[in-house]
């Protein structure tokens, strides 16, 4: 069933086309910006490039950064403990009472000075017993207004001696978190998280913050809570009823993001428990293949192990490449590579909009490439016995910032290669050439941005920007890859692989079909691309300073609900044309992507 775009029922798909001169003039300026780039790039030569492989196999997959989802749903307003009855109007003759001085105890949120100001009309005045009602309820009503909705006032049984009077505050606290609905987490998990925010004494807005903080979990569908009065006087209980998503996730995915030295087509299948002890703790399994590496595998699993988030990852990599593309295949080079990584992740800050983290991380990556036949050849520079080995620790801050239209985010790492758990080191210099060791520090900036322009028909505009700095010589495992579709598209990937590297990228989505629930279904992209990269030291084999450019166009379609089925291709037009075999589609600036969730 087809509606239009004006109004759209349940199951209805709508047809958002766009006027040919909306897509005419789009397409005009892309065309328009491409034209001066290529202009600039064809008065610089082009440069042969030597096939390069990224050992780790990180170039093919999107960098840490890429978060491109909006702030989820919120859930249903906390629902409030019903207000108590209005009092009976006493029956005895009315108590008059000269009132010099108003005594409040029990108060922690507000300061004696805060409060003063609500008592400040009932003193050095007469006051009824309908005037101390009236004050005990503008006590109330104040820390209400503020969110303490369990909280209140209370006036003892007292005699009044020299006009002072003593007002009790009540400050509501929680006497039980009851959690309904958990199939797969632990109660407890969710009712530590809740607890934080808790009190004493309860406030509701807090509260209500802390349970939209939890709906963020893609692992619940649905939080519902209510507050209830407790037994006891100033006491509430929470009652929460959660809905969970299934923790079992599949899927296989097909694409040509890695280098043709190796065979740029690949298949991936990937399995994933996203909660497997019920403590959020998060394991996936991945194994892939193409033609000249087999296998591929990322594994990882985290676990957080405080309510504050606090949590430890593991992780393994491995790839074992050989090279596939003519005329290096008959020398049968080979190429090993693992990498060991422990990490602990500390979330310093969050709100609904904002996350601050800090993360400690120690890797240990080896590899190792052979050419048979020559036993003692290092093909990596500064290897030892074919093998380098980098142990490494990085420190990683990290900050979020996410709207319903806006995602925005800065990510820095700054890595330090230790002489530890076997690194190689070596001199500083072999024959006047500065050689590749363990020892070094590096710099890894990115920034990303994400904006939906919903009076522009839903217009998306991305941005990226990665720099890694480094102080000096680097393995390969630590070099910076530029080329390919997560840097700069339209070139092969890892067609530059250099210590230090710059790539930026903006990108153009325009909507050309969506569901009913406003989920784009087919969009086209339109990007420019730039990216240069350098090594250290005096390598007289690379040259000093190399670019990339390019601009394209892109198609990008979910052809399953909730995104469970996903392709995209892109096609980028080079600005600088550089040497290439004409044998692979990247060769021809084509990427292209299936992904199907088969759960």
């Known amino acids: ?253 097909f694409n040509n993001f890695q280098t043709p030295v190796v065979g740029a087509e690949r298949g991936l299948g990937t399995v994933s428990h996203q909660n497997l002890t019920g403590h959020g703790d998060p394991f996936s399994f991945t194994y892939g293949r193409s033609e000249g590496v087999n296998p591929l595998i990322d594994t990882s699993y985290s676990i957080p192990f405080t309510p504050y988030d606090t949590t430890l990852s593991a992780s393994y990599r491995r790839n074992d490449f050989l090279v596939v593309e003519a005329p290096f295949n008959t020398l049968n080079i080979s190429s090993q590579s693992e990498i060991f990584g422990l990490s602990l992740l500390q979330p310093v800050y969050r709100t609904l909009n904002h996350q601050v983290n800090f993360s400690v991380t120690g890797e240990r990556l080896f590899n190792k490439t052979i050419l048979p036949g020559f036993p003692n050849f290092n093909l990596i520079p500064g290897s030892q016995n074919d093998a380098a080995v980098v142990s490494a620790l990085r420190f990683i801050p990290e900050w979020l910032y996410r709207t319903p239209s806006t995602v925005f985010a800065v990510r820095s790492r700054f890595s330090v290669g230790l002489n530890v758990l076997g690194a190689t080191i070596n001199p500083g210099f072999v024959n006047g050439v500065q050689v590749p060791d363990g020892r070094f520090f590096a710099w890894l900036g990115q920034v990303q941005a994400v904006q939906r322009l919903d009076r522009l028909w839903g217009l998306q505009v991305l941005g990226r920007y990665d720099v890694q700095l480094a102080s000096d010589s680097l393995f390969p495992v630590e070099q910076f890859p530029v080329g390919g579709r997560f840097s700069v598209r339209g070139y092969r990937e890892n067609t530059l692989v250099r210590d230090n590297a710059m790539v930026a990228t903006v990108e153009a989505r325009l909507p050309m079909l969506r569901s009913a629930q406003t989920e784009d279904l087919l969009q086209i992209a339109a990007f420019l691309d730039y990216g240069n990269a350098w090594n250290n030291g005096n390598d007289p084999v690379t040259p000093s300073r190399e670019f990339l450019a390019s601009a394209g166009l892109g198609l990008r379609a979910n052809f399953l609900p909730q995104n469970r089925g996903y392709f995209e291709v892109y096609w980028g037009n080079r600005l600088n044309h550089i040497t290439n075999p004409r044998n692979d589609l990247q060769d021809y600036g084509i990427h292209l992507q299936l992904v199907v969730q088969v759960l």
């Open 1 to 253: 069933m087809t509606a239009r775009c004006g109004g759209r029922g349940p199951r209805e798909t709508a047809i958002c086309p766009r006027t040919g001169q909306q897509v005419l003039l789009w397409v005009v300026l892309l065309v328009a910006s491409a034209s001066v780039m290529n202009a600039q790039a064809q008065m610089l030569p082009s440069t042969p490039l030597p096939p390069v492989i990224d050992p780790t196999g990180r170039s093919g997959t999107p960098p840490p950064l890429q978060k491109e989802e909006p702030v989820p749903p919120q859930p249903p307003p906390l629902v409030p403990p019903p207000a108590p009855p209005p009092p009976e109007k006493p029956r005895a003759p009315l108590l008059r009472v000269f009132v010099r001085e108003i005594r409040i105890i029990g108060n922690t949120v507000f300061s004696a000075e805060e409060l003063a100001a609500v008592t400040a009309p009932y003193v050095n005045r007469e006051l009824t017993s309908e005037d101390f009602e009236s004050l005990r309820q503008a006590l109330t009503l104040y820390y209400v207004n503020h969110g303490y909705v369990t909280s209140g006032a209370v006036i003892p049984d007292q005699t009044v001696t020299e006009g002072i009077i003593t007002i009790q505050i009540i400050e509501g606290k929680l006497s039980r978190i009851d959690i309904e609905g958990t199939t797969h987490f632990w109660p407890s998990y969710l009712r530590d998280r809740i607890a934080l925010s808790a009190g004493p004494p309860v406030n509701i807005k807090v509260l209500q913050e802390r349970l939209q903080l939890l709906q963020q979990d893609p692992r619940l569908a649905r939080i519902n809570a209510e507050l209830q009065p407790g037994v006891v006087r100033g006491e509430a209980e929470l009652h929460v009823k959660v809905a969970e998503t299934s923790p079992y996730k599949a899927w296989v995915e």
